[in-house]
């Protein structure tokens, strides 16, 4: 499975950004997606993930009520929108998949496959 992540970019406190994974491969292997987000400095932590079949969603607390995660299971596309994005939204942001049936994990070493990152810049 490869994984291309898009769609970041510099925008400015409040505004809106949607970032794209388009998956290629043997797709029918995957069984969720989740996005995560890396800072300077800091962790990659989980921001929301997706089953793919049921298309159950699980957000982190810091995106809550700001973004939704969804899927295109034809076009193999997972796509994270981000609304009221703020400062401390900067990261290189991920996409990740993982094959085996363990539900959508929080945790990034339980991923099998990387997109490249992209990065979004929230200026205040």
């Known amino acids: 499975v490869q994984l291309q992540a898009s769609g970041g970019g510099l925008v400015q406190a409040g505004d809106s950004l949607k970032l794209a994974c388009a998956a290629s491969?043997?797709?029918?292997?995957?069984?969720?997606v989740g996005w995560f987000r890396q800072a300077p400095g800091k962790e990659r932590e989980f921001v929301a993930g997706?089953?793919?079949?049921?298309?159950?969603?699980y957000y982190a607390d810091s995106a809550k009520g700001r973004s939704t995660i969804s899927r295109d299971n034809a076009k193999n596309t997972v796509s994270l929108q981000m609304n009221s994005l703020k400062p401390e939204d900067t990261a290189v942001y991920y996409c990740a998949a993982v094959s085996r049936r363990i539900g959508v994990p929080g945790a990034p070493n339980l991923y099998d496959y990387w997109g490249q990152g992209t990065q979004v810049t929230v200026s205040s």
């Open positions: 997706i089953s793919w079949s049921g298309g159950r969603t």
């Open positions: 491969g043997r797709t029918s292997s995957m069984n969720a």
